[in-house]
């Protein structure tokens, strides 16, 4: 899938970024190597494909950027505020935390380190931690309440805010996993996608990390010394489904590297008639010419 735009990037500084103090905050713990320089770029170019593959920019003026604290969230924050320092991204940036009621949830660690950029940003505390206690029961997943009730308050925001978009730090695995989750346990051909418009039709939901590898987001945040902040409520619990999904695809990559790649390439190149949906190609309508001509 090769960009068709032209880069009109300003030249490569290395990770100078010379007389911009927020893009220097932001690096400032980044190696000087060419080792992350290139996984840095890599990153970017994964995006500015979504971008361009998704109409991702298409009438955008403002984005919501939800951050959890953890690696993916991070490394969307980064890859984003690289793409405007360069001319390629012409969107303001909101960043957000919601803080949702999590017991001993480090409450200082994303604002102290949102003010250190200087970027703009809101956090926003909502206690879904004790809807979801209580409306879950005992050994049940929390995940699926829990996004509901983050991505209702997530649109709210953004409406406050006045932005177009919100805009989720979901890589390739996320959206594999959610595919085979569909698949295996929902019997049906899904996954997440890139670009999605709410039910309200008011706001896009974008996800410009789609081709990214978790792995080469992790070694990203690793690079980048980010102040994680691990997920205690969902990760604590054992057996989730998605879980078994991740362990699935780690094994088919290990057995037949590539095939994570492949399987991504695949949701982007459906044949609806090669599949079993009458509603998605008009099955009824194939008929051998000289059948339809003594049809007529």
């Excluded at 103090?21 to 494909?49: D, E, Y």
């Excluded at 706001?203 to 987001?217: G, I, K, Q, V």
Aim: aromatic share 8%; net charge neutral.
């Amino acid at each position: 899938m090769p960009m068709t735009n032209t880069d009109h990037a300003p030249e490569d500084e290395g990770l100078a970024f010379a007389g911009d103090a927020t893009m220097q905050a932001l690096f400032r713990h980044a190696p000087q190597s060419g080792g992350f320089n290139r996984l840095r770029k890599k990153l970017i170019r994964q995006a500015r494909q979504a971008f361009e593959d998704f109409a991702m920019l298409r009438g955008q003026r403002r984005w919501l950027v939800c951050l959890s604290g953890g690696k993916d969230s991070y490394g969307l924050l980064a890859v984003l505020m690289e793409l405007r320092w360069r001319g390629l991204l012409p969107v303001e940036l909101v960043a957000c935390n919601l803080d949702q009621g999590q017991p001993d949830f480090p409450k200082h660690i994303l604002p102290d380190y949102l003010a250190s950029l200087g970027i703009r940003h809101r956090i926003e505390y909502r206690d879904t931690y004790s809807i979801v206690k209580e409306k879950v029961p005992e050994g049940a997943t929390y995940c699926s309440l829990c996004s509901r009730l983050r991505r209702g308050n997530l649109y709210r925001i953004a409406r406050e805010e006045g932005c177009d978009a919100v805009v989720l730090g979901h890589h390739r695995e996320d959206i594999l996993e959610t595919f085979f989750l569909n698949l295996l346990h929902g019997g049906r051909l899904a996954a997440m996608p890139p670009k999605l418009l709410n039910d309200e039709g008011d706001l896009l939901l974008l996800r410009p990390l789609a081709y990214c590898a978790e792995d080469d987001l992790a070694r990203f945040a690793s690079a980048m010394r980010f102040p994680i902040i691990p997920c205690d409520l969902c990760g604590s619990q054992d057996g989730l489904q998605r879980n078994a999904m991740k362990r699935m695809l780690v094994d088919i990559e290990a057995r037949m590297p590539g095939r994570k790649d492949a399987m991504l390439r695949a949701l982007g190149h459906a044949n609806p008639s090669h599949l079993l949906d009458p509603r998605l190609f008009d099955f009824s309508g194939l008929a051998p010419a000289a059948v339809k001509e003594a049809a007529e």
